[in-house]
């Protein structure tokens, strides 16, 4: 089958068992790779959603321009859908990114705006919304937007459960919450005994895409009964494990990735047997400017990367 263009070729990510990874035999690791979606994370899926809607109920028309506040993968995907769909695209970032995102940006043809790295990506939401008010651009706003969560419940849920319909806890980094509660709806419907578990940045440290509750910004689509549990990592044992994942599964995987396997091996001291479906979110090409691979941070060393901003 061939696909009509790039943007029909998001999703469909594939699900690939982590065979020496987890320490107890009954315990079965499942990684969803969505490096493998064409701008190399999962934002593929909800950008287009988000695009698509708002394209269905008109706010958006040929020409115009779509703004939006993001570190990085969100503004990626929606540079090069944007592109395709031929609307301007203006991405507010701040100035601490690691360069590979405003070049990538770049060559999408979208127009960055920046705000300065210690106003972070609050600043960088206002500024975007104050955009969109004064010209009349069209605001994505994927940490409000519904068509978030259900890019996920329509296409990343039914594609994990098509090829493994038993799933016994769900693990993803916690951005805009889009992933844990479009795919947690749906893994639930199936088994209600499925454990959704977030994974958040150790308050105080930062990783590229999650972020933490402690900061004060709950996304408003992000309804927390629906989680069962979430496990704050540190950027030193996210990179220790981002190296692993090359290490031991030849998987070449973005820093959040490895956050989610540190939180995969912890849940896996209080269980006996299960399937565990870790979200892997992006690829490791944005982050070949940090020598994680090369010197990952052994074992009591590297505290002080707690205190870097790396997204
Ligand atoms: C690298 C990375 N991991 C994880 C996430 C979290 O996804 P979500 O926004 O669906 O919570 C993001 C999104 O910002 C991301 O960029």
Request: with cysteine; hydrophobic share 40%.
């Amino acid at each position: 089958m061939h696909h009509l263009n790039l943007i029909d070729a998001i999703g469909r990510t594939p699900l690939v068992e982590l065979r020496n990874c987890s320490p107890k035999p009954e315990v079965r690791f499942f990684a969803k790779l969505e490096g493998g979606n064409p701008t190399g994370s999962l934002k593929d899926r909800i950008v287009r959603a988000m695009l698509l809607e708002a394209e269905r109920d008109g706010r958006l028309k040929p020409g115009d321009t779509v703004v939006e506040a993001s570190t990085g993968n969100t503004g990626i995907a929606l540079a090069m859908i944007g592109r395709a769909l031929r609307y301007d695209v203006r991405i507010v970032t701040p100035e601490n990114v690691f360069p590979e995102i405003p070049r990538a940006l770049e060559v999408y043809g979208a127009a960055v705006e920046w705000v300065p790295a210690e106003a972070g990506v609050r600043r960088a939401i206002e500024v975007a919304k104050e955009r969109a008010a004064q010209e009349g651009w069209l605001l994505l706003d994927q940490f409000g937007n519904p068509a978030n969560v259900q890019a996920h419940y329509d296409t990343t849920g039914p594609e994990i459960l098509a090829d493994l319909p038993q799933v016994d806890v769900f693990i993803a980094g916690l951005g805009t919450g889009g992933t844990l509660m479009g795919v947690g709806r749906r893994l639930k419907e199936a088994n209600p005994q499925a454990q959704i578990i977030a994974v958040e940045p150790h308050p105080g440290t930062q990783l590229q895409g999650l972020k933490s509750l402690a900061d004060g910004f709950v996304p408003p689509i992000l309804d927390l009964n629906l989680l069962d549990g979430k496990i704050l990592v540190r950027s030193h044992h996210a990179f220790r494990a981002t190296a692993e994942l090359m290490r031991r599964e030849s998987i070449f995987a973005g820093i959040s990735s490895g956050a989610v396997l540190h939180a995969a091996l912890k849940v896996t001291q209080r269980l006996d047997s299960g399937n565990v479906v870790l979200l892997f979110a992006d690829s490791g090409w944005k982050y070949l400017g940090t020598n994680l691979w090369t010197s990952p941070p052994k074992p009591g060393e590297g505290e002080e990367l707690d205190d870097t901003i790396w997204w």
